[in-house]
């Protein structure tokens, strides 16, 4: 016997309390084993009784459903064994006997099916095999019936004397046949509904990989960017093809060319011939400036998910490696290849003949963001060599920058083959630009009715020998020609006019005839106030993350509306800028050259054009901070949601977009981006330690809705790395902010207003996030007794508990609480305390075991008769009122069984702790 005092007890009562604890000592002590009930004193007053409440974790139609499958799987199991002894002992009846052997196995086989399916971490949404109760309740009657007519039952110790070969089958073939009709109607009842959540389940698996948007080559952003034209890039392609293939060909093709030379727009039309084909696996158009396309955050698991649809055997390994690690889209680029990729192609099930090839198109690889990734990726990819039965040939294009250079070099002899575009003969690229150029002004001719002779066979020659080898000259040049707001002939001259500077570079002659005109017949003044205004709106625009409209880039630049798309109106031929009915699409880069072209370092001092790169980064770091801490920024609960427990997949686009509009999100998830490149530290009490001081709580619930959580710690780290090494309060805040998101990342990302209510109750009291943000700890939460001190505080087991908590119940006054264990006894009784209850009067605690004298003072039944049962409840991981969500369970919380009285919760625990909740939210 042992006894807890409960914190907050009224010290009157405390008294009677070790009294009662003296008596069931003295009236125990000649029992042979002790009853481990521990007795706890409830701080809480005026609680009505209510009824006793031994459950499980599931709803009750749940909990009878997974009985019936667990007790189906046991009893079909007999039943197989069963048959088998009959089919050794009786020659008349084989065939019979090896029918409903059959049919019981299959049964056995999709019984355990559901098992693992409902048991699995998404059994709360699959809602056809959780409603299958009946079914398998029928199922298990007739399985049980069966089993008694063939158990050999009194006689069998008779029968034993002569052998098996005294069994006699008891069912007449007909019998046999409407037995196994019956199974047939249970099993395609059981297969069906199997079958909608298994597909259910494999949405839900692929769901649980985020993906980078617009990164496939058919992306609608994309969709009108350009492909090759007929007969160009003809010999290129035919050699992608041979390679493709040749079944002893290198797995990894490298099409490599300095900037403009049309790599991308070879990747997507190479990528579209295979698509057409059935033969593409997967595509990732990387783009920097464009969000998750700029990094390799969300590159392996675009690429796994693409290679499902092709693969779909590929779902198996998947969806092991989400239950080993639901985070595993966070993890290491290593871990997410081999799990997500490698692994479960090479454990597919496949003959020799079914071997299947996949092409994987990746474009762009130098543009993402972290050279060690792209070396990753690489010496990643170089690992697929020989793979079977799945095998890939990936095609990679990109510069020849040095990451990527040092990436290759480093892969055994064998792997890749490579073709370098700038080194194609000049008399190629001489004819495919020639195409371009009559194509693209032809159309310009036809669309702006002018005359037949325009342009003259000599004009597109000198465009010719301006662009060579660079289409990106090419595609620019005739986009500012084409421009509506001026006479293309006009324009056609001003690009010619560079052919005679020999002075100027490749790009200068791409972009200068467009940028020079901007400021044509300007003074001075008006000159610098316009190349300002260029370097901070257009310079915003080439160095943001990710792409925004022009709406938003006015709320986050703090300009207006006009004035940026006055700005804008003579770029389109180098910048994708939307039609005004189209503003809430976000201005784009047309090709990542123009942005090379304004921050070269070389024309600083010397081009009006020229942006300053870290200067920008600082402003628009200052912007982002001044947005997120304004009056329509962050702030709690901001997309005005009901309920605590809403969850993250139950709110809609609209909604979120409503509370946290595009340049608000952006401001979220690129602020610390814009402070890394500004290149300057944080130290205690300046504007970023003010802002986390106050905002951080809001910043994570705002992640949370923006299905961003996974990148938190790595942003804290980040913030780590910049804080200065003498800054003690911001490095302790930021420490504990880890710490914080760590612990609670599960609940952030399936529901944001839980940052308030389970984060903050659970953290522990020493924590500075709990003591910084504790004016926003729901009061209508509490937990007795109070939380432990720090992080690191190890989880205490009540006295008299070895074991794990099996049975709690209240008294019916509610000021106390009992708790059985399982490594107990009574006298003369053996087994489990695995049910606790008090008697309505008070004067006995029954048990399972038996019942417990305990000499307390009667207690009035008549003060009970308007008495009120709990509507709180524990389903899943969650503390539920009416059914409705409202606190969810850190892990080492989730009680093995749970006593109520109105608004009090007693949960008991496999470590042999018990925890008390007092929720009052109506």
Known sequence: MSCGQQSGCNPARLLSFLELKDRLQHSLQHQTGLVAVCFYECAAVDLSPGPHHFSTLCSIDGLSAAASVAAIIDISAKVASLCFQYSVAVKDAKKDIECLQRKVTDITGLVEKIKQLSDGRDKARLSNTHGLSDSLKGCLQMLKELKEKLEPGKGHKAMSRFGLRALKWPFTSKQVENIVSGLERYEQILALALQVDQTIHQKLDLAKLPIAKGASFDSHMDEHNAR?????????????????????????????????????????????????????????????????????????????????????????????????????????LKDQFEKLILYPLSEIQQTASQALACIVVIDALDECEREEDIQAILKLLARTKDMKPVSLRILVTSRPELPTRLGFKQMLDGTYQDLVLHNVPRTTIEHDITLFFTHELKKIQEQRSLSSDWPSRDQIQALVVLAIPLFIFAATACRYIADGRDNPKRRLEVVLQYQSTTHVSKLDRTYLPILNQLFDDEDEADKQRRTSEFRGIVGSIIVLESPLSIPSLARLLQLSKEDIRCRLDSLHSVLSVPVDKDEDEPVRLLHLSFRDFLVDAQKQGKSPFWVDETETHQRLAS????????????????????LPGVRKSEIDEETIASGLPPELQYACRYWVHHLEQKKRNIYNGDSVHLFLQKYLLYWLEAMSLIGEVYKCIYIINRLQALADPDTSAVLSFLHDAKRFTLRFRSILEDAPLQVYISALTFAPKRSIIRKTFAGHIAGWVSRIPKVEDDWDACRSTLEGHSGSVNAVAFSPDGQLAATGSCRSTLEGHSGFVDAVAFSLDGQFLRTNRGDIPLSLPPIRTSSFKNRESSNLFIQDQWVTRNQQPLLWLPSEYRPVCIALHKDIICLGHSSGRITFLKITCK
């Open 228 to 332: 090759c034209l007929a007969n160009t890039r003809v010999e290129l392609q035919r050699q992608i093809a041979e390679w493709v293939e040749d079944s002893n060909g290198k797995p990894i093709f490298w099409l490599n060319g300095m900037a403009g030379t049309g790599k991308s727009t070879i990747a997507r039309t190479v990528a579209k011939t295979f698509a057409k084909q059935d033969k593409l696996g997967a595509s990732f158009f990387f783009k920097k400036g464009e969000g998750e396309r700029g990094n390799a955050t969300r590159f392996f698991t675009t690429i796994a998910t693409d290679l499902v649809a092709r693969v779909p055997g590929m779902i198996v390994g998947i969806r092991k490696a989400l239950d080993a690690d639901p985070a595993i889209s966070g993890r290491a």
């Open 623 to 642: 912007r982002c901070l001044q947005l997120m801490s304004g009056s329509k920024g962050l702030r709690q609960n901001m997309c005005k949601l009901l």
